[in-house]
Every structure is written in structure tokens, then in C-alpha cells.
């Protein structure tokens, strides 16, 4: 499967990702290159399988609805480059 | 063809008239409610209300690195009771997804959501607007994170963020676009907010954001297939919902008239113009990239689980409203008054256990309600207790006190409280049903007005004129029934 440059950018800027020319050309030729490899996986009839979600037997682990977390404002902004009254601050977004 | 097809259709009232017919709207709406629960969806931090910023967040909520999401066993009942209370298919298994993109006020960089496989699959609302019932279809209920809050206004060059709502649990419940009206946009939230309530599994508070909702509208030519619709974001009052669709299909219209055509897009709805407009930043298509997140096993449990929280479902307003009309002989309309909320409905069966229903509901929804409203406040603030209000019923029902007298009585117990037939004992204000106190009265009355009772001989009709002398005399506490039938047989009329 070929991926263009047009894709290559679209996924780059998705991610927020910032890539040069010369990148985006190699990472053109990587990612349809791991495509086929994944494509032939596709040869493979897997109709009737359901999707592995587990490798051993395991339920999905429940709490109980009690408060045991959180009041920790300045551990949480601690790490934040910029924050103001336990706000983190960001570049303003505006709609 | 087509213009013989649309001539023995039957014009509907929902439709808007254009410059080139008639015209439908077609609405369909996500509505964002949130789960009513102690702590986060996958965390343990509390959902509480009006919190310092920051306070309620774990490391969960805030993404730190090698942070596992633990789901909360009551939000996954919830949302289970709400699908039940729809009359919906609960599905045992489901799986969640993530959904990727980048805002500031996601630190994940994606919300745990549901996407192909839901928790909750199709249901229905019954509504009614004026008088005709319908039924609107759900396409599904899924469980899903909030996002933080961004404030714009606390800086000129940045936007302050603030995770306490991060990863509180939202029901997410999608109706089919079977809606073709505002009003009935509006009557199905308002129904749905009402079930919610009952149920105990959203507050439904549009006040604090705590159900909102995405209002999806197209139009098209009766008959015709559908059109392109636009999606109105994040509209927080039922009054809100219905200028966004009024004002979002007017604009569709005069586009497709002039010549135009839509385009799909997300709009916001401003309040204070009352207008929608398209939201630029988001013009970039979204490409949410959805796949089942690797660190949750898909959501499973047992039918048996599903029956056990069925049985403990309590009774929710449709029922209720049956139940009313059956039992109380109340009207259809005032059984919807009364089961609109739970507190409102529990009130008056308070007040009607053992008594006449219809009165009982006459005083609770004109004289309690229309007071209540009036200062503003909710039945649970009621200065006025089910037992008094059920005791001045009794006054009444027993000929005690008229029913002139009761609204009295009743705006005593308001303002000043007490047991209200203590009050009508020590006050006199007991009707009087002597007869002969009421003679006394009438005989004073027609000695004082000779020429009064000369003219009722002859016009019948003066005898309301006697009558409202007899209750002045009385200070209103004379039986009406009893002064009527004395002043007839001493009137000779």
C-alpha cells in the first residue's frame, strides 16, 4: 500500500508532529512499508474469531464509588510550565 | 407525481413556510448527561461541584505517565438503570475506544469513550405536545469522560485550565432524528431530564453544565430524502435548544432558496444574539482515530446483574402519571404537572393519600405552585408541609372552613406556620353552618333593606346582592350553601 506525502503530513499533523521534507519522504517510504507487512495479515480469514482482548483470563477490575483520590492541586500544576493559582496557564484557545 | 404525492399528504403543523412552500425540519439530539456518582468515571477523585481549581484530580485525571484507568462499578449501573428506564436493549458486553484529539483541556490527548459497541443500545421517550403523544426513538447510551474547563477571560494572552471535570462520567444518549418540531426537540429533553431525575442517575442541572446537548438539524421539502445537517454544540438550556433549531433551520431555508447550499459543519449557538454561527477552529475535518483502548478489558456482566437493578427501579413518570389518572380520577394534564418531578409528584400523594384527589391536586398545583413560583422557590423548600396542606384539605372536605376561607388559612401557614386546624379553632374562622346564627344574619339584613327585598322579589337575581351582605356580616365564615337556601325561603324567591 502506498502512502503519499499528503498523508504522511495529514498523520504527522495529527499527531502534532512537526516534520522536515526530507522526513516526510522517508517516513512516506516507512509507513507503506509496514502497511504490507501488516496487509498480510489481511490473507488471513478471520470471520468467525472474535478479538483477542486478553492473553489470560481476566475481568475488567472494578472500584466502589468512594472519593480516595485528588486534593493535590500542586502536585498536579507542579510540572506545568506556567500556572497561576493552581490553573494551568496555555497559549489562549479561543472558539 | 411528486406533486400529486405531496397534494394528499395532509399539511403538518411543524411545517415552516418558505418563499418556495412548505418546509420540514429534521432534528435529532446527542444529549450529554452527567452520571450522578461520588467519584470520576476511571479515578478516584471527587465529582463534588464549585471546587478550587485542580483539587479534584488524581494523576489519573491529569494523564501523568503510567496511570492505569479503574472504572467505577456505580457509574456502570447507572448507566445501566438509565438504559432501563429508556425501555432499551442493555448490551452485557461492550468495549471502550479512544477517541483522539488534542485540546488543551484533555491532558490524555484522547477521551475514553464508546464507539462501536456501546453500553446501551436502542430505546425509546414517550412525549406529548399539545395533547398528541409520539414516541421518539434512542439510538444508544454510551459511558464517556469529560473534559476540563477553559477559561478565556482570566488573561488577555491565555486561557487558564482547570481538570476538576477531566474524566467525570457522562452518559452520552443519541436520538434518532425522529424530532420535527422545537417543541418536540424541547419536550423530549424535558422528558428525558424528568426520567434522569427519577431515576437518580443524572441531576440533569443545566445550570452547572450537568446536561447539555448537540442539536442536530437539517431541512428538507416534505417527502424529499434528507438533507445536509448542521451540528449546534454544547446548548445548555431547553429554552436555548429551541431558538438554536428555529434560528438554524430559518438560516437553512433562506440558503437553499437563495440558490445555496449547506454545508455540514459544527456551530455554537450564542445566547445573547440568539443566532448560531459556524465554529472556525473546528473546520479542519475531525479524524478521531478511534480504536478499543489497551488498558480496559472490554465491559462485561451478568443478566442476572441487569434483573437485579431492574427490580429496584423505582417507579418512573409515565407510570406514575397512569397511576394518578387511574387512582386520584385526575385530568391528563394535571397528571403531567404532578409527575414532571419526582419531589413534585411525592408531595402530592402526601397530600391525596385518604383524601379527594382532585381537590388535592387543585391546591397543590394552583394555590402551592403558583406561590412557590412566585417567590422562586422549589417544593423542597415548601414553607408549606404535605401534612399541613393535606390538613387543610380535610378542613374543607368536612365543611369546617369555605374555600375562601382556606386560601386564608393557607397563606397563614405559609408565613407564619402552625397546625392549621389549631389555627382556624383559635382564629374563629370556622364556617359557620348554625343555621340559626345564619338566620340571625339574613333576618338583620332584609329589616335594614326594605326596599332591597321589594326589587329581589321581583328580579331573583338580587339575591347575590344578600348574599355577599350575610358573608360580610359573617366575616366570610357562613356556609354559602346554607346562606343561599335560608335567604330564598325568607325572600319567597
Same mark, same amino acid.
Given at each position: 500500500m502506498q502512502v503519499d506525502e499528503a498523508t504522511v503530513r495529514r498523520i504527522a499533523r495529527l499527531a502534532r508532529i512537526k516534520i522536515s521534507d526530507a522526513e516526510a519522504k522517508g517516513l512516506e517510504k516507512e509507513l507503506s512499508g509496514i502497511l504490507d507487512w501488516v496487509a498480510q495479515l489481511d490473507e488471513v480469514d478471520t470471520s468467525n474469531v472474535e478479538p483477542m482482548t486478553r492473553v489470560v483470563a481476566q475481568k475488567l477490575k472494578m472500584r466502589d464509588d468512594v472519593v480516595t483520590d485528588g486534593e493535590i492541586a500542586e502536585q498536579i500544576v #507542579?510540572?506545568?510550565?506556567? #500556572?497561576e493559582d493552581n490553573f494551568f496557564v496555555v497559549p489562549k484557545v479561543v472558539e | 407525481? *411528486?406533486?400529486?404525492?405531496?397534494?394528499?399528504?395532509?399539511?403538518?403543523?411543524?411545517f415552516i413556510e418558505g418563499a418556495t412552500g412548505d418546509w420540514e425540519v429534521i432534528i435529532g439530539l446527542e444529549v450529554h448527561a452527567q452520571v450522578a456518582s461520588n467519584s470520576k468515571l476511571f479515578s478516584g477523585s471527587s465529582t463534588g461541584f464549585g471546587a478550587p481549581p485542580n483539587s479534584h484530580v488524581s494523576l489519573v485525571d491529569a494523564a501523568m505517565p503510567g496511570m492505569l484507568p479503574v472504572i467505577n462499578r456505580e457509574c456502570v449501573a447507572q448507566a445501566i438503570r438509565t438504559g432501563l428506564g429508556?425501555?432499551?436493549? %442493555? *448490551? /452485557?458486553?461492550?468495549?471502550?475506544?479512544?477517541?483522539n484529539y488534542f485540546y488543551p483541556d484533555l491532558p490524555q490527548g484522547y477521551q475514553i469513550s464508546q464507539y462501536k459497541q456501546p453500553i446501551?443500545?436502542?430505546?425509546?421517550?414517550? %412525549? /406529548?405536545v399539545d395533547g398528541e403523544m409520539l414516541t421518539v426513538g434512542v439510538e444508544r447510551?454510551?459511558?464517556?469522560q469529560d473534559a476540563g474547563k477553559s477559561l478565556h477571560d482570566q488573561h488577555p494572552d491565555y486561557s487558564y485550565v482547570d481538570l476538576n471535570r477531566s474524566g467525570v462520567a457522562l452518559m452520552e444518549i443519541v436520538s434518532k432524528p425522529d424530532l420535527r418540531s422545537s417543541k418536540q426537540a424541547q419536550a423530549y429533553v424535558t422528558k428525558l431530564r424528568s426520567i434522569l431525575r427519577y431515576l437518580g442517575t443524572s441531576d440533569g442541572d443545566m445550570d452547572k453544565g450537568n446536561l447539555r446537548a448537540d442539536v442536530n438539524v437539517s431541512v428538507r421539502k416534505p417527502g424529499d430524502k434528507l438533507g445536509t445537517r448542521c451540528e449546534i454544540k454544547n446548548v445548555n438550556s431547553i429554552r436555548f435548544i429551541g431558538q438554536a433549531i428555529e434560528y438554524e433551520a430559518r438560516r437553512q431555508i433562506d440558503i437553499i432558496e437563495d440558490g445555496g447550499k449547506i454545508d455540514q459543519e459544527t456551530r455554537l449557538f450564542d445566547a445573547a444574539k440568539g443566532e448560531t454561527r459556524s465554529m472556525r477552529s473546528k473546520e479542519e475535518a475531525h479524524d478521531y482515530r478511534y480504536f478499543p483502548d489497551p488498558d480496559l478489558l472490554p465491559l462485561e456482566f451478568s443478566n442476572d446483574y441487569v434483573e437485579e437493578l431492574k427490580s429496584k427501579l423505582p417507579e418512573l413518570p409515565d407510570e406514575k402519571r397512569a397511576r394518578f389518572i387511574e387512582s386520584f380520577g385526575l385530568s391528563a394534564y394535571d397528571a403531567d404537572v404532578l409527575v414532571a418531578e419526582r419531589a413534585s409528584a411525592d408531595y402530592f400523594e402526601k397530600v391525596a393519600g385518604?383524601?379527594?384527589?382532585?381537590?388535592? #391536586?387543585?391546591?397543590? %398545583?394552583?394555590?402551592?405552585?403558583?406561590r412557590l413560583n412566585k417567590e422562586g422557590k422549589a417544593i423542597e423548600d415548601s414553607p408549606v408541609s404535605s401534612a399541613q396542606l393535606g390538613a387543610i384539605v380535610d378542613l374543607i372536605g368536612s365543611n369546617a372552613i369555605s374555600g375562601k376561607i382556606a386560601k386564608d388559612l393557607f397563606e397563614i401557614v405559609w408565613t407564619e406556620g402552625g397546625d392549621p386546624a389549631e389555627i382556624v379553632d383559635k382564629r374563629g374562622?370556622?364556617?359557620? /353552618?348554625? /343555621?340559626? #346564627?345564619i338566620e340571625k344574619a339574613v333576618d338583620a339584613i332584609i329589616a335594614a333593606n326594605p326596599e332591597k327585598v321589594e326589587q329581589a322579589k321581583a328580579k331573583p337575581s338580587m339575591l347575590g346582592w344578600f348574599v355577599g351582605q350575610v358573608m360580610k356580616s359573617t366575616g366570610g365564615k357562613a356556609n354559602p350553601a346554607a346562606v343561599n337556601d335560608i335567604l330564598k325561603a325568607k325572600l319567597g324567591i
Open positions: #507542579a510540572n506545568a510550565p506556567l #500556572a | 407525481m *411528486n406533486s400529486q404525492k405531496v397534494a394528499e399528504k395532509p399539511k403538518s403543523k411543524n429508556l425501555k432499551a436493549q %442493555i *448490551n /452485557t458486553k461492550s468495549v471502550f475506544d479512544r477517541k446501551v443500545g436502542e430505546g425509546e421517550v414517550e %412525549i /406529548t447510551l454510551h459511558l464517556e385518604g383524601r379527594d384527589g382532585k381537590v388535592a #391536586a387543585n391546591w397543590v %398545583i394552583n394555590e402551592l405552585f403558583g374562622m370556622k364556617q359557620v /353552618t348554625d /343555621t340559626g #346564627a
